[in-house]
């Protein structure tokens, strides 16, 4: 079992910058994929970027391309999302999640941490 402790969103102008953290439990944290997600109110969840393992791989969504950067910390068991040149529409509650390396889905997720662009 892996639980997903996510923090680091907050209120920030359009344009500003974000860092967000995942803290994770449990052992083999390398042994995990891990990805952001986000959700905006009324939407479908959406793929923002993934680390592999042991993170030499990243894969991004077109919206984050440039803007986002994900990395890991296999030493400290956890995942960030820095998000640079925030738009409003990146206004959303960003969760992370966990699949073991061999596997093709999501198995775990975090509660969340919400994002707010202004203007």
């Known amino acids: 079992q892996v639980q997903l402790v996510e923090s680091g969103g907050g209120l920030v102008q359009a344009g500003g910058s974000l860092r967000l953290s995942c803290a994770t439990s449990?052992?083999?944290?390398?042994?995990?994929?891990m990805a952001w997600f986000l959700q905006a109110p009324g939407k479908e969840r959406e793929f923002v970027a993934s680390?592999?393992?042991?993170?030499?791989?990243?894969v991004y969504a077109d919206s984050a391309k440039g803007r986002f950067t994900i990395s890991r910390s296999n030493a400290k068991s956890t995942v960030y999302l820095q998000m640079n040149s925030l738009k409003l529409e990146d206004t959303a509650t960003y969760h992370c999640?966990?699949?073991?390396?061999?596997?093709?889905?999501?198995?775990?997720w975090g509660q969340g941490t919400q994002v707010t662009v202004s203007s």
């Open positions: 999640a966990a699949r073991p390396l061999s596997e093709a889905s999501w198995r775990f």
């Open positions: 449990g052992a083999s944290f390398s042994t995990y994929t």
């Open positions: 680390i592999s393992g042991r993170g030499g791989t990243t």
